[in-house]
């Protein structure tokens, strides 16, 4: 299955994300600590990285613009509790595929991470 890096400041929410992801039998790299998490993508080809959006130190999308350049192939997701217009146009912008909305709804993230490593994902919005 798929490498997939989870990128959240709050561990619980991470840890959710893993779980959900590992019982797909997907190979999963949990991070709390946005410069951790890039220096593992720039040392680990990953296929999928699931970012949260507010982080402590970095925006998420400002991490997203980080793997992109060092990888233009990863795919992306965005999470966030605080969606608004503005981050999902420029989630996608930036070359997310899909912008989900926290509670995580467990199998709508399956169905999103199922059809961008299929190659069957349109992006979404808010």
């Known amino acids: 299955m798929a490498k997939i890096l989870v990128l959240d400041d709050v561990a619980d929410a991470a840890v959710l994300v893993k779980r959900i992801m590992e019982k797909k039998g997907h190979e999963v ?3 709390t600590d946005e410069e951790e998490a890039l220096e593992y993508a720039g040392s680990c ?3 999928l990285a699931i970012l949260d959006i507010k982080l402590k130190k970095m ?3 400002k991490v997203l ?3 992109k350049k ?11 509790g605080y969606p608004t217009l503005d981050t999902a ?13 926290k509670p995580i709804d467990k199998v709508e993230l399956e169905r999103q991470v ?9 992006p979404s919005s808010a």
């Not at 060092?70 to 966030?80: C, E, F, N, P």
């Not at 199922?114 to 349109?122: F, K, P, T, Y």
């Open 29 to 31: 790299s949990l991070f």
């Open 45 to 47: 080809k990953m296929d």
């Open 59 to 61: 925006n998420g999308l």
């Open 65 to 67: 613009e980080a793997l």
């Open 70 to 80: 060092t990888d233009t192939s990863i795919h992306v997701i965005m999470l966030t």
């Open 89 to 101: 146009r420029e989630s996608l912008e930036l070359g997310a595929e899909a912008y989900c909305v």
């Open 114 to 122: 199922e059809d961008i490593l299929s190659g069957r994902a349109l």
